[in-house]
């Protein structure tokens, strides 16, 4: 299998997994599917590195912006960090370069450690 259909075969799995992941943020108003959806553009950077693709930084923005309650961000960072964690060989040190990239800023650091309990505006 190329690298090229590892990682779209990787953006199918993310995408697959993290809508069936249900998480206890019941009254958030974003979804994991959605969020999934907006960032699935930025997971080649993040593995592989190169250009940011336009979509990607889109896609932060608009996840960014559906995000407006504390709720909702704290299930956006637990929807990020589960997704990153599923993907093999995913750098996250690029990942947390992409909102400065895209020109804008993240409330939260994606890493394994990240508490998203403890995530707010």
């Known amino acids: ?5 590892m990682a779209e075969s990787l953006l199918v799995v993310l995408a697959v997994s993290s809508m069936l992941v249900i998480h206890p943020y019941v ?3 974003i ?3 959605e969020v999934t959806i907006l960032l699935t553009p930025c997971i080649p950077y993040g593995i592989f590195g190169g250009d940011v693709p336009p979509a990607c930084c889109q896609g932060i ?3 960014l ?3 407006k309650t504390n709720e909702d ?3 956006k960072c637990q929807c990020v960090k589960d997704g990153a964690a599923s993907i093999p060989g995913l750098n996250y040190t690029r990942v947390n370069e992409l909102p400065a990239k895209c020109r804008t800023t993240s409330p939260y650091i994606v890493s394994p450690n990240t ?3 403890k995530v707010h505006y």
């Open 65 to 67: 912006a559906l995000a």
């Open 115 to 117: 508490d998203c309990s």
């Open 73 to 75: 961000l704290k299930l």
């Open 31 to 33: 979804s994991c599917a």
């Open 61 to 63: 923005k608009d996840s």
């Open 1 to 5: 299998m190329g690298i090229k259909q």
């Open 27 to 29: 009254s958030a108003e």
